[in-house]
């Protein structure tokens, strides 16, 4: 009778456990969904007016390819990759290191794990999860290309990013048998490396090619700020994005069914080390970009940047070292941000700096803070040298790969939007509707006379030609990257 | 691994509609890659159109 009752008490613990576990996922990844929310509106805001739907519909469509090429390639890179490019005897063997027969065949789309399938109830999840991370990584890379890039453009790197460099990057240091951290002993719990130190040196890798927005610089390399159009529509969008990121961060844990949590290295946690470093760190990073900017836009970075700061530590650090570490980066920031500016490089939203400079510092501030820390078995422990190679690493991960594919894009026209689009405003040129109707010069035009169409008829010399035509005159083309014209 | 009662039936144990039958799905999967790839190039025709209107405009 025992042995009846304690095994259908362990039927029902199996089933609440598998049952909590993909209940947990789920509730994760749509929370995460939050941190496109804020994107959106963080990136429209930052847009001027007439681009502001532009930027828009680029986040909309990150997202939508992300999610079926995920599917197609990047779960599998995930899985198979870890130990590419090196073989079995530590050469080179970029094809002998995918592990294709093993745990790779979990990544195949048309593998039975990949779809529904009731013996099944962890791979849809946690693809869910990886996939939402995925596209994080997209939408920190595209604010800072806003207004210039052409749409297909950002939807090849942006998938190229998402899809193929963040993930490999993970599954060499953000997987229990990444050779990152078989090797070195890299430690990057809440992904500072694996996503925000690769997207923001993806975007840099991307920036110089694609070259500044017009107007951004003067004549003598001086910068001008061009300032968005909404600003309290950016910042709520970069408070939406902390509350995603309580997601993304909750899905960097590993439901045990043993009932421990551990970290995505196999290492035991918890979620209340996570909050506690989430909030210190953001904290710091609020009062850290105060201390220096006292501007609400870099405030809002510096809570991201606090939260990135901490995130490869978030089950180590003490609490109040999490708010210090949190409020160096968010000090960080600005500095960074103007330097970028003086290297000629047009980062619209300070992605470089807020994701890529405090990626960097996170992935530092364990290799400083928590050396020695063992890792799990056979796994050496953190040092401050295996810390500092894993960000390089990481760091050339997401630069070279985006320099090498802005660069063919921009030597075949395709990177960058013509400067009269630009000028016209990507929503004239690309959008069938408008952000902000009711304040367009043609509706004045129009005033009283509702039987005329609501948009300009298309071969309408736009209302504001003469004003474009002379500001184009005087567009110095040395701070213009050549884009190739087709005859028209 | 669950409790659920489909498991116990034969063959159901995976719902994969297409889970016996691995060309139709992976002339599926190709398919969905196809249309990705169309809307790309799509898009990228789109561009150079309203990039010429867009300096058609100006020139007036």
Redesign the interface.
């Known amino acids: 009778m025992n042995d009846e009752v304690q095994a259908a008490i362990d ?1 029902a613990l ?2 609440h456990t ?1 049952i909590n576990l993909e209940i947990y996922y789920w509730w994760c990844t749509a929370l995460m969904i939050a941190i496109h929310a804020g994107f959106l509106a963080y990136e429209m805001g930052a847009s001027r007016s007439k681009h502001a739907l532009a930027s828009g519909v680029k986040n909309i469509l990150a997202f939508a ?1 992300m999610i ?2 995920f599917y ?1 390639f990047g779960w599998f890179i995930y899985l198979a990759g870890y130990n590419f490019p090196f073989g079995a005897d530590g050469g080179i063997d970029l094809l002998g290191s995918i592990d294709v027969e093993g745990d790779g065949q979990g990544g195949i ?2 593998s ?1 794990g990949m ?5 099944d ?1 962890a791979t849809g999840i946690f693809w869910a999860a990886f996939t939402l991370f995925a596209c994080t990584t997209a939408s920190i890379y595209s604010g800072a290309v806003i207004e210039r890039i ?3 453009a950002f ?2 790197t942006a998938v190229l990013l998402g899809s193929v460099v963040w993930i490999l990057g993970a599954s060499w240091g953000w997987h229990p048998a990444g050779w990152m951290v078989v090797q070195w002993g890299f430690r990057d719990v809440a992904a500072a490396g694996v996503v925000h130190t690769i997207a923001g040196f993806f975007a840099l890798g991307i920036l110089i090619p694609l070259g500044p927005r017009i107007g951004k610089y003067n004549a003598d390399g001086s910068a001008n700020d061009l300032r968005g159009h909404n600003m309290p529509l950016t910042v709520v969008g970069l408070m939406l994005i902390i509350l995603g990121f309580f997601g993304f961060l909750g899905a960097c844990l590993i439901y045990d069914p043993a009932g421990q949590w551990v970290n995505i290295y196999g290492i035991s946690s918890n979620l209340s080390a996570f909050v506690f470093n989430t909030l210190m760190g953001m904290a710091g990073g609020i009062i850290g970009a105060y201390l220096i900017t006292r501007d609400p836009f870099w405030m809002m970075s510096g809570a991201l940047g606090g939260i990135f700061s901490v995130a490869s530590g978030i089950d180590l650090f003490y609490p109040p070292l999490g708010f210090l570490v949190g409020m160096i980066g968010g000090i960080l920031i600005p500095y960074a941000a103007k330097f970028i500016e003086k290297m000629g490089i047009d980062d619209a939203v300070g992605a470089v700096a807020v994701h890529g400079v405090c990626g960097v510092w996170g992935v530092m501030a364990v290799g400083i803070f928590c050396a020695g820390y063992p890792g799990a078995e056979g796994i050496p422990a953190i040092s401050i040298l295996g810390q500092a190679k894993g960000a390089l690493t990481l760091a050339l991960l997401g630069f070279i790969p985006a320099l090498v594919i802005g660069s063919i894009l921009r030597m075949f026209g ?1 990177l960058r ?2 400067n ?2 630009e ?2 405003g990507l929503d ?3 959008i069938p509707s408008q952000s902000y109707p009711e304040f367009a010069r043609w509706e004045e035009a129009t005033a009283g006379d509702h039987d005329r169409p609501r948009r300009p008829a ?1 071969d309408r ?2 209302p504001d ?1 003469p004003v ?2 002379e500001r ?1 005159d005087r567009v110095d083309p040395n701070r213009i990257p050549p884009v190739p014209r ?1 005859p ?1 | 691994m669950n409790s659920s009662p489909v498991e116990s039936f034969e063959g159901a144990a995976a719902i994969f509609t297409f889970a016996d039958n691995p060309g139709v799905v992976q002339g599926i999967f190709w398919a969905m890659c196809a249309a990705m790839v169309f809307v790309v190039l799509v898009s990228m025709i789109h561009e150079v159109r309203i990039g010429k209107k867009a300096a058609r405009r100006l020139r007036r």
């Open positions: 039927a199996a089933g598998t390819f079926p090429t197609a789309p048309w039975h779809g529904p399938n009731l013996q109830q052409k749409l297909s939807i090849i395709l939007v013509r009269e689009v000028l016209l004239e040129a690309e298309p010399p736009a030609a474009l035509r184009a087709r028209s």
